[in-house]
């Protein structure tokens, strides 16, 4: 892959969706994306033709998605979480879940695609085993509402966020015990008149080599959307990459080539932010045709699909999956289809 | 120190005991749970699972057959059939300072008694020491909580404050005035009084003086703010959080003489993350809540004791881009149970999308006045404070006939 510069991010599709969409992930093609919106289905999107496959199964909102290679993982507000097995020929039902009481947030996988972890509103974090759906461990400890996990490229350990804690925790997956804490006060945001915590945590990722921990939200009340990054040896928050976007990162993605791209979104606008780790200055940024809830990378490094809410004005009438290109805007939307379509 | 608690307790309470349990418990009360912010009818006690503004929330069957409420109160859901839910309530309002000031006066003209100051004058006894009307709240700024009390009815009927679950820190005299210069003083005070009797008429310095005596007694008193003094079970059972706490003591003014405790819990107030936030506040409400009725009605409280869950407005259908519901006057819901209540029923209904009421459509003076029924008080009843008869109810509002008994 050429080297990529996010300046050169740009629109180049939209996929229209009668709800806002709230999550959306790649199959490891690119072919399809999978997306949850504020209706009861997951919905397997043919990027190229738009059509729309509806898979049943859930009984509300798709709120989060995560991927193994031949697997994908959906779960709802309910606290049901359905592994599908994927191909590009179908996707079928391989087992369902109740993962946990009322609201699965967060979904994660393992980096051998063995497991899953899910984080939930009763404050417990899960391992499950992605073939089976079997429960394996339970991590608890957090005092609120736990909305991401993710794995570290050990492969042995487990990272989670809470909404009000301002706290991240550190799995050993092996004992179920916490390894230590990592202090995210930095994304707090709390109200004393309203005695609200209006921050919180909403997104985690790796860098590639597990070296470097980010975790997005938003810092203080009014925003703006902001990143920590934490240094995996030591545990220490090494920056703070705060943004000019009034509102919250909702998620975010460490590019093969080292910077991070990050989604937000607050009422009618949404933005795309790129860091390097290091550097202060975003490499770019770039508005949103709506407010950004998810995004998810491409499989060749060039594209991303974001989900959005669409319309009104503080009220969204619609949603939809938007595509951006990070390579030099010389492509028509028509041109891009096709590409996109033969890979 | 007196001058304290005279300003929060009034004039004229009279100089008599304390009244104890039972005489209180043949009396009318009202038990006020504001929930303000304005809670959300969608996932609470009108949900609208599957439909365009329903959201992500599931129903659940309740102990009452063919009724649903939200899934964030399965608790709730098991003592349905000991309260009543109003799903019809159009207001209008959508400030919450109006809100606030014309669910609990009944009236959007300013200067109406609250329903608890109201309360706190329309079932005065003699005898009475306690104070009529007792608020609960967290500690914190000023906020649209604060709308006024007693309107015309005067300092006397304005809410004694508990803040955080201590009782009013004017309670304990100062260190820096001892029992006997305490004593002089009061005494002084009373010899004033004896000699400005003279020639005048008696009853307003009486009542000044029956003040005194009033705040001296509840001094007292103070213990039955202490809600330590209750066991560790019925603590247990009412939560450990401030919402719990403040509703055993409640339980306990209620049980004491106190005409009307307004218990208020904060922030519903959900703009944004509206799913996340009612996952909390009702968790908390739904922990409380179905204890306390289920622990009243054992007590045989609930028998004359009116209890009330409302706040000030509801909240908007359409869910915003931060995954909020906005204000809401238009289509929403309330509570109650106990005394004078049809228990088991829901009255109103919205439409398929909760935009409209659809069927017995109530105002603010409608609920107004149907507390005070409920209380055995009619709405019709005049106050005559400046001369000018004025009516407790709202003579523009009716009685919600089909939540009476």
Redesign the interface.
């Known amino acids: 892959m050429s080297p990529i510069n996010p300046a050169n991010t740009h629109q180049v599709r939209e996929i229209e969706h009668p709800v806002?969409l709230l999550t959306c992930h790649y199959n490891s093609t690119g072919r399809f994306v999978f997306a949850g919106a504020?209706d009861?289905h997951l919905q397997r999107i043919d990027v190229a033709t738009g059509e729309k496959t509806l898979l049943e199964g859930h009984?509300?909102?798709v709120?989060t998605i995560a991927k193994a290679p031949d697997l994908l993982f959906s779960g709802?507000?309910?606290g049901r979480v359905i592994a599908w097995s994927v191909s590009e020929k179908e996707v079928v039902k391989k087992w369902s879940i109740e993962a946990h009481s009322?609201?699965v947030r967060s979904i994660s996988v393992s980096p051998d695609g063995k497991w899953l972890a899910t984080g939930g509103?009763d404050g417990k974090a899960r391992l499950w085993s992605a073939d089976t759906g079997e429960r394996l461990r339970e991590f608890s400890g957090h005092s609120g509402?736990i909305f991401a996990t993710i794995f570290h490229p050990d492969g042995i350990h487990l990272v989670s966020a809470e909404?009000e804690g301002n706290k991240l925790f550190q799995w050993d997956l092996n004992t179920g015990k916490k390894v230590r804490e990592f202090d995210a006060a930095d994304m707090s945001a709390y109200r004393?008149?309203?005695?609200?915590e209006?921050g919180g945590a909403r997104g985690l990722a790796f860098d590639a080599s597990g070296t470097t921990l980010a975790c997005c939200g938003r810092h203080q009340y009014a925003g703006p959307a902001t990143v920590l990054l934490y240094d995996w040896q030591s545990g220490k928050q090494t920056e703070k990459l705060v943004s000019e976007f009034k509102g919250i990162f909702y998620t975010l993605q460490f590019h093969p080539q080292g910077f991070l791209i990050a989604a937000a979104?607050?009422?009618?606008v949404g933005e795309l932010w790129f860091w390097k780790p290091g550097q202060e200055k975003a490499l770019a940024n770039i508005k949103t045709s709506?407010?950004s809830l998810s995004l998810d990378l491409h499989p060749d490094g060039q594209l991303l699909a974001v989900a959005q809410?669409q319309g009104?004005k503080?009220?969204?009438e619609n949603g939809s999956l938007v595509f951006y290109d990070m390579r030099p805007n010389d492509k028509t939307e028509k041109q891009v289809t096709e590409a996109t379509a033969k890979k | 120190m007196l001058g304290g608690m005279i300003g929060s307790l009034g004039m004229g309470l009279g100089a008599y005991p304390l009244l104890a349990g039972e005489v209180a418990k043949s009396r009318k009360k009202l038990l006020l749970i504001f929930l303000s912010g304005g809670p959300s009818q969608l996932e609470t006690w009108d949900p609208k699972p599957g439909t365009k503004y329903g959201g992500p929330l599931r129903a659940i069957p309740t102990s009452v057959k063919g009724t649903h409420i939200g899934e964030l109160l399965p608790n709730t859901a098991k003592i349905m059939h000991q309260i009543a839910v109003i799903r019809s309530l159009n207001t209008g309002i959508t400030d919450h300072f109006q809100g606030h000031y014309a669910l609990q006066s009944g009236r959007t003209v300013p200067g109406f008694p609250v329903i608890g100051s109201a309360v706190a004058k329309l079932l005065e006894q003699d005898g009475d020491q306690l104070p009529g009307y007792v608020e609960m709240r967290r500690d914190g700024p000023k906020a649209y909580t604060d709308v006024g009390d007693s309107g015309f009815l005067g300092p006397k009927y304005e809410s004694v404050k508990v803040v955080n679950a201590e009782p009013p820190d004017y309670l304990i005299r100062p260190d820096s005035i001892s029992e006997s210069k305490a004593r002089i003083v009061d005494q002084l005070r009373a010899d004033s009084d004896h000699r400005f009797l003279r020639g005048r008429s008696e009853l307003p310095i009486r009542a000044y003086g029956g003040t005194f005596n009033s705040a001296v007694a509840l001094m007292k008193q103070r213990g039955i703010f202490d809600i330590e003094k209750e066991s560790a079970s019925d603590r247990e059972l009412y939560g450990s959080h401030l919402f719990g706490r403040h509703c055993l003591m409640a339980r306990r003014l209620l049980e004491n003489g106190v005409s009307c405790v307004k218990v208020v819990s904060h922030d519903w107030d959900a703009h944004q993350e509206n799913f996340h936030w009612h996952q909390q506040r009702c968790s908390e409400f739904d922990r409380t809540f179905p204890a306390l009725v289920t622990d009243f009605d054992r007590r045989g409280l609930l028998e004359d004791t009116l209890v009330v869950v409302m706040g000030e407005m509801g909240r908007t259908p359409q869910i915003n881009n931060r995954g909020g519901r906005d204000h809401w006057g238009t289509a929403w819901s309330m509570a109650m149970t106990g005394c004078g209540v049809q228990r088991g029923i829901v009255h109103g209904k919205t439409n398929a999308e909760g935009t409209e009421v659809v069927e017995g459509e109530v105002h603010a003076g409608d609920l107004f006045n149907t507390f005070l029924r409920a209380l055995d008080i009619s709405p019709g009843t005049r106050y005559r404070m400046t001369g000018q008869p004025i009516p407790a109810g709202d003579p523009a509002g009716s009685t919600i006939r089909e939540v009476l008994v």
């Open positions: 806002p504020q009861s009984e509300s909102w709120c709802d507000y309910t009322q609201v509103r509402q909404r004393r008149d309203e005695d609200i209006w979104g607050d009422i009618t709506g407010p809410s009104g503080s009220k969204p």
